[in-house]
């Protein structure tokens, strides 16, 4: 996984369809941010959240670098740690970010899958 930025082809021995990674960001799982953090080390051993105001903007400039490179954004949102009303309330407010651009394609994982798969399997 995360071997570009992009998916990528991976021939798998025994399968004539090569499979498609579609590579993950750590930067875009919800559990980096708003589950645990290291900082600030205090108090000692317990968990430590994110802000949600620094979550949020550490997301949208994911999102804005990776569309101004033309790049795949994937996202991993877990419902034990977005699926709480206030941070139900970052997702809405990244998503009304992320529709601002009408060049975005926002897609399933096996819609991407496909389409790179038809795009990029012959060369």
């Not at 994937?74 to 809405?92: A, D, S, V, Y």
């Not at 897609?107 to 790179?116: G, K, L, N, Q, S």
């Amino acid at each position: 996984m995360r071997g570009d930025d992009r998916p990528y082809l991976v021939n798998v021995p025994g399968y004539e369809t090569p499979l498609v990674e579609i590579p993950g960001r750590w930067e875009m799982d919800d559990y980096a941010s708003i589950a645990y953090t290291r900082a600030p080390d205090f108090p000692s051993g317990l968990d430590r959240t994110a802000s949600y105001e620094l979550t949020l903007d550490n997301w949208c400039r994911e999102y804005d670098g990776a569309m101004n490179e033309g790049l795949c954004l994937t996202t991993l949102f877990h419902p034990k740690i977005t699926g709480k009303p206030g941070r139900i309330l970052l997702l809405e407010k990244l998503f009304e970010h992320m529709r601002k651009r009408d060049d975005v394609w926002f897609a399933t994982c096996r819609d991407v899958a496909h389409w790179w798969l038809k795009e990029h399997q012959h060369g």
